[in-house]
């Protein structure tokens, strides 16, 4: 057991560096393209944060614990918003982006809707997973053109605290690189240490699902928008929520999916999946009204989380 703690130690290390030069990375190849942090944080980075889950979902199908796949996605999009930037708004309060993310927003909610309803047919089959796969393409394609017509505004963009205009290609390549590797490494080790710890302690695979593999699953996304608070990259921290939302719900599940049925558990259609949405919409006064989130804002956020996770582990799924 004791080295259990010391690789879930070992992970969660790994996740903070590998976020840090993630930022870094990402910031620096933002204002070298010429295209605001936004875009790269709604990209590139939030396919890296978001490959753990990706990991997990897969190897879960494939070993025939679609359910898992399932909780994992839905539970990580909850703690996204409400842990993932409620703990970053108690350590450095996070301020409205530069960048306008209300579009981005707008489709991070499509999104919820369109997985919601597919969810509500029983099952999501191959031809669900090619509808959600269209749809982040459509994303990606809107996106990409957003980021095109950005390129020739570069000179206009305000500079970005500590980015450096003069990093060769070679050293951003290489933050960018180790920070998508660094953190599925990292996440795998602290996810399949905790799991073995949790079932030393009796909590059954749906309560590990929803909470200890999601909240695992995000910690990238929490390591990453952690460094960017702090380094006042406001940009970095919201859209990577965004942007690893959006992911999760279309690509993810998307591609497991089409690798093997995903059957959707009846309480996920009478609870989770709209404790999802409601997170989700809690984070559009701070888009549209650009709120600042304060400490007690991120003390509010990550109160929910906690009471979600209380209902969870005393709904029945605790075993005995």
Known sequence: MT??????????????????????????????????????SLTVVAFGTSAPELLISV????????????????????????LVLGIPAII?????????????YLFMMAASFLFVGLAMTGIIAFWQGLILIAALAFILFDQGREAMSHAADNAAEETLEEADPE??????????????IGLPVGADLLVDSSIVIART?????????????????????????????????????????IGSNIFNL?????????????????NFLTFDL???????????????LRWRMGRRVGLALT???????????HSGTVVA
């Open 3 to 40: 080295a259990h703690f010391l690789y879930a130690g070992l992970g969660l290390l790994i996740l903070l560096l590998a976020g840090d030069v993630l930022v870094r990375g990402a910031v620096n190849l933002s204002l070298r393209l010429g295209i605001p942090a936004l875009i790269v």
């Open 59 to 82: 190897r879960a199908v494939l070993e025939g614990f679609p359910g898992l796949a399932l909780g994992n996605v839905v539970g990580s999009n909850t703690a996204n918003v409400l």
């Open 92 to 104: 450095s309060c996070i301020y409205p982006p530069e960048s306008d993310t209300r579009r981005s």
């Open 167 to 180: 990093m060769p290609w070679w050293k951003i390549a290489l933050f960018v690189g180790l920070g998508l």
């Open 201 to 241: 302690f009796g909590v059954s695979e749906t309560a590990i699902g929803l909470t200890l593999v999601a909240v695992g699953t995000s910690l990238p996304e929490l390591a990453t928008t952690v460094m960017a608070a702090i380094r006042r990259h406001s940009e970095v921290a919201i859209g990577n929520v």
């Open 250 to 266: 279309l690509a993810i599940i998307g591609i497991t999916a089409i690798i093997g049925p995903i059957p959707v558990d009846p």
């Open 274 to 288: 709209w404790v999802m949405l409601a997170a989700s919409a809690i984070l559009g006064p701070f888009v549209f």
């Open 303 to 313: 109160a929910l989380y906690a009471i979600y996770v209380w209902m969870i582990l």
